[in-house]
């Protein structure tokens, strides 16, 4: 047998000498060479596989992208690469064939960052959610934050106005604690709670860690969720050099519609003669419009955005630094934002086992801070002008010529803003600096020593000046403020990874220690030479001088592990455990530990199920944890003394003492959130489809929160801390993503994402309710209760409008007695809750929440040959929310501006209404009490951006010199679909206060026009 295998190779040897020479002059004389590029978004790929359709002949691409192959006019190559989309590009006799490959963010392989850690998207066991910078990138925004709303599930992020600079308000999954709420940032391995420094143009991804079994592994700080951001780095045999410019120009996206001067004086005249009252205003038609106060204090303001990036990678040393420009001006007179951010990040691979490297930022930003015109020009009447007549100017200093306010006690806005001098600047300087062993089987050490330093300077002047009695400064005053923090931590990790048979582990462990300082200067002091802007610093105060300084410091140390086990790809086991000590606990209580485990099972590697070929993944998840809270003050074990001012004496002489200013609590231990996680993932037709659901229950155990104490115990101005209180969270996501290239060349990503999280408040400190959200006319507008959820409205309920005597008289209670004795036709009528006959404060309760049914986002990606679409929507359903200037707006008594229409929608005779009471300076009914008359409906939807691109053609490209360049035109906060009657319905705050519209500041609606340039 063996002799015969010898001959037949034999004669196959020969057969191939003489015939191979004949097929391959044969090919040769029609085959063409071809020449051309490969590249992507990140720049020229090196090692991309180009093969001919049907054969085995091809080639790869050098270092600079570069390839020549040769192939018949009728053949077709296919162009591979790992993490991206395979591309087929039929020859057609061209001689040069570019390539712009796509990445498959689809991708089972790709990586996703988990803390400490990579993982395979494949391999995850945890609840974590993820976007492309490059998504984040097309919202033209200076804060992180901002970019990241309706993206993600369970990420519900509420913009909060539209301020310049502004930070937006994210919860992961609702409610945690009634502390703070704001999760973990990690930006390149390095734990932060401020990013508004961050360039979202530097952001290369965002991992968002949503369950205990993901965020555990960063114990203390991560019971609100992680948010793992990584910034663009070189990429071996990458060379280029990007540039982003956008301009934008922003306008008010709505504009309240409030009375003009004419309106305003017909409802003072009516509420004055529903009152009995003589007339304030003899003819209202004379006069006109009178002053539109809101846009006096509003203007169009434009957007600059410039980014310069540059990336070198080899195969030792990759560096990557970019420049970066932000400039808002503010859509309300007075305000802007201005940042200018340098970054560098380096990686230097020494030796074979040894790689050293630093990320380095650095960013310089000013905010000048507007006196806060929105509440006030909502208010104001607009029956006076801007400034006094000239003659009336005469003798008067700048800020004293504008106009005083006749029926309000409204200070003047244009004049506010005159004399609006408040500026901060700040300066943050954020890096890292690591080493990389490589131990050798499978062993792999680091070290990694990161700081964030910063230096916070507020600077503002009020001048001398006297407009009317309640708005005047008799003196003029100066002050400076300094707040500098420095924060290091250093990581020390050990890195095992192990491969055998169908058997795979990774594991991690080590220590970190973690240093927080905070200092901070103040002074302040009155009457300066004169309003001059170079006598306003503190050398000039001749009086009232008032210093004040403090200096507080913590530190953590930490222990971690973590193990991730994978058989045969099937079967998933993540497990981790952290072990945490703080300095703001005491020795007994100083360690907090934090276990976690989390299994998968996919499925879809089973062998009963490999026949189902429109079934791509099918995966099954599960995990348990927990994580701490130690959101409490540096002190908050110490009973403090502070400064304080005093009377004593027959002659009543004034001087300083000390009194206590906290109540200590040295038994304090960690806030505990424990939770559970069970999740499946779908994909369908090779990952066209996919379908993602979570459902998640979190439980914070011994919550801290301040404790009242009987006031006979003293006068401390702050209650002591304490652990008491237990809040459950309950909720669920789900994700809908559609990827799909026609043949007519159109491409396609469209996803969708829903989640919902509900809070419950099951134990409070002595069973107290929580009272919260003072407000000058309806006093606390929110109350935490056991058994409901956080910041719930509470207050009385209406029940419509009594429409005659009549129905004042036969509204009473079982005994007959008149429930309402001072209303009249027109008043509101309030629900008698408790039966008493009498409306009272025990007739209050809950009359709102601020909490989503759910929430939502809409992402629609298309490509056409050169041109894109992207669309993104965002909502809300379900959530109440609180129209806090409709105290004013809307309570027709003559005084305060009043929304438009309120004459006629105002009840004016029995039918007329049953909704809005009658004019009246006098309200002994008091109708406008705090009720549900102000709570409305939240829900809205937000086409929040568009834009166009257009990218410009490879020859067009290669003539003028660049790699490739993308023009486009964009818009955000398109339109907004809401019943909300206020200014926007997208109102964040705290875990006490949400969902109240305190007047804040306006969105802008802004249309952009840029380029993204590659060279």
């Known amino acids: 047998m063996k002799k015969c295998f010898e001959?037949?190779?034999?004669?196959?040897?020969?057969?191939?000498?003489?015939?191979?020479?004949?097929?391959?002059?044969?090919y040769a004389q029609q085959t063409m060479e071809i020449k051309g590029n490969v590249n992507s978004e990140i720049g020229e790929l090196p090692g991309v596989s180009i093969v001919i359709k049907g054969t085995i002949n091809g080639t790869i691409t050098d270092v600079e992208g570069n390839y020549t192959i040769s192939a018949l006019p009728s053949d077709i190559l296919v162009f591979t690469f790992v993490g991206f989309?395979?591309?087929?590009?039929?020859?057609?006799?061209?001689?040069?064939?570019?390539?712009?490959?796509?990445?498959?963010?689809?991708?089972?392989?790709?990586?996703?960052?988990i803390g400490y850690g990579t993982v395979r998207k494949k391999d995850l066991t945890g609840a974590i959610s993820t976007v492309k910078g490059d998504d984040l990138a097309k919202i033209n925004t200076a804060n992180f934050t901002q970019a990241l709303q309706g993206q993600l599930a369970g990420v519900q992020v509420s913009s909060n106005g539209g301020s310049p600079g502004n930070e937006a308000t994210i919860l992961v999954r609702g409610i945690s604690t009634i502390n703070g709420n704001h999760p973990l940032y990690v930006v390149d391995d390095v734990p932060l709670d401020d990013i508004s420094w961050l360039n979202p143009k530097d952001i290369e991804s965002v991992q968002v860690l949503k369950d205990a079994s993901s965020?555990?592994?960063?114990?203390?700080?991560?019971?609100?969720?992680?948010?793992?951001?990584?910034?663009k780095k070189a990429k071996e045999g990458q060379t280029n050099i990007i540039f982003d410019v956008s301009y934008s120009v922003q306008s008010v996206a709505k504009k309240p519609d409030l009375a003009d001067a004419t309106e305003y004086a017909l409802i003072a005249n009516k509420a004055a003669e529903n009152s009995g009252q003589s007339l304030p205003f003899a003819d209202p038609s004379s006069l006109g419009k009178g002053t539109d106060w809101w846009d006096e204090a509003t203007q169009l303001a434009p957007i600059h955005n410039y980014s310069l990036t540059i990336n070198k990678g080899t195969k030792d040393l990759k560096v990557s630094t970019g420049l970066s420009y932000f400039n808002?001006?503010?859509?309300?007179?007075?305000?802007?934002?201005?940042?200018?951010?340098?970054?560098?990040?380096?990686?230097?691979?020494?030796?074979?086992k040894i790689t050293i490297g630093e990320n380095l930022s650095l960013s310089k930003d000013k905010t000048t801070n507007g006196p806060g015109l929105v509440w006030d020009v909502q208010r104001i009447e607009p029956v006076i002008p801007v400034f006094l007549p000239e003659y009336e100017q005469e003798g008067k200093n700048e800020f004293s010529i504008y106009h005083p306010t006749d029926r309000t006690d409204v200070a003047n806005p244009m004049g506010a803003l005159a004399r609006s001098f408040d500026e901060t600047d700040y300066l943050r300087i954020i890096g890292s600096f690591f080493a990389k062993l490589d131990i050798g089987s499978g062993f792999t050490a680091e070290s990694k020593f990161a700081f964030y330093l910063s230096s916070w300077e507020n600077n503002w002047f009020r001048p001398n000046y006297y407009i009317e009695p309640t708005d005047k400064a008799d003196v003029n005053s100066v002050g400076r403020t300094h707040n500098n923090r420095t924060n290091y931590t250093w990581n020390n990790l050990i890195h095992y990874t192990k491969k055998w048979n169908d058997h795979k582990l990774n594991g991690i462990a080590g220590f970190t220690m973690e240093s927080f300082e905070h200092r901070t200067l103040a002074g302040n002091g009155n009457e300066l030479p004169s309003n001059h802007p170079d006598l306003r610093y503190l050398d000039a105060v001749t009086a009232a001088h008032w210093i004040e300084g403090t200096d507080e410091k913590s530190t953590q140390q930490s222990f971690l592990g973590r193990i991730n086990y994978a058989y045969k790809g099937r079967y998933l086991l993540t497990a981790s455990f952290r072990a945490d000590a703080s300095s703001r606990f005491s020795k007994e209580n100083r360690w907090g530990y934090f276990p976690a485990i989390s299994g998968a099972w996919n499925i879809a590697e089973e062998s009963f199920v490999s026949d189902v070929n429109?079934?791509?993944?099918?995966?099954?998840?599960?995990?348990?944890?927990?994580?701490?809270?130690?959101?409490?003050?540096?002190?908050?074990?110490?009973?403090t003394l502070g400064r304080t001012i005093y009377v004593f004496g027959v002659d009543r002489e004034v001087d300083l003492g000390m009194a206590p200013t906290s109540v200590g609590n040295p038994n304090l231990k960690w806030e505990t959130v424990e939770d559970i996680n069970i999740g499946a993932d779908l994909g369908f037709f090779n990952q066209e489809l996919t379908v993602s659901f979570d459902y998640f229950e979190r439980k914070s155990k011994d919550m801290l929160m301040g404790m009242s104490i009987p006031s006979y115990l003293g006068s401390a101005w702050s209650t002591p801390w304490t652990n008491i209180g237990t809040l459950s969270t309950k909720g669920f996501e789900f994700v809908v993503n559609y990827r799909k290239k026609f043949n007519s060349g159109l491409k396609l990503n469209a996803s969708v994402n829903v989640s919902r999280a509900t809070s419950k408040m099951t134990k409070l400190a002595f069973g107290e309710d929580i009272q919260s959200g003072n407000h000058q006319r309806l006093d606390m507008l929110t109350r935490t209760k056991e058994g409901g959820a956080t910041g719930t409205f509470y207050g009385w309920v209406t029940d419509g409008i009594f429409q005659n005597q009549s129905e004042v008289i036969n509204y009473t209670d079982e005994f007959g007695n008149i429930i309402q004795p001072l209303a009249q036709a027109g008043d509101m009528r309030f629900k008698d809750l408790n039966g008493d006959g009498a409306i009272t404060d025990e007739d209050r309760a809950v009359i709102g929440n601020p909490e989503p049914d759910f929430s939502f986002g809409i992402n629609i990606n298309l490509a056409y040959k050169a041109f894109d679409l992207s669309m993104l929507f965002n909502g809300t359903y379900g959530n109440d929310v609180l129209n806090a200037i409709k105290p004013y707006t809307h309570a027709g008594n003559g005084v305060y501006n009043s929304a438009k229409g309120l004459l006629n929608k105002a009840w004016n005779g029995e039918g007329s209404s049953n909704s809005q009471p009658r004019l009246a300076v006098v309200d002994n009914n008091q109708n406008f009490r705090y009720s549900d008359y102000y709570i409305e409906d939240g829900s809205f939807l937000r086409l929040k951006s568009a834009q166009i691109g257009f990218n410009v053609p490879e020859n067009v490209c290669r003539k003028i010199k660049l790699s490739k360049a993308r023009l486009f035109v964009g818009a955000e906060n398109v339109f907004t679909l809401t019943n909300f009657s206020g200014m926007d319905p997208d109102l964040g705050g705290s875990a006490l206060e949400r969902g109240i519209d305190w007047g804040q500041y306006p969105l802008p609606r802004v249309f952009m026009l840029g380029a993204n340039i590659t060279f």
């Open 7 to 26: 001959r037949i190779k034999y004669a196959l040897t020969i057969f191939l000498f003489f015939v191979t020479p004949l097929f391959l002059g044969a």
């Open 85 to 113: 989309l395979t591309i087929e590009e039929p020859v057609n006799s061209r001689s040069v064939i570019d390539v712009s490959m796509e990445e498959n963010v689809q991708q089972l392989e790709e990586v996703i960052a």
């Open 215 to 231: 965020c555990a592994i960063f114990g203390s700080r991560a019971s609100n969720g992680v948010i793992i951001i990584e910034t």
């Open 328 to 352: 808002q001006d503010g859509i309300v007179k007075g305000g802007g934002y201005e940042r200018i951010t340098l970054r560098l990040n380096t990686e230097y691979k020494l030796t074979d």
């Open 614 to 639: 429109w079934l791509s993944q099918l995966k099954l998840r599960g995990g348990w944890g927990q994580v701490g809270n130690q959101d409490i003050d540096n002190d908050a074990l110490l009973t």
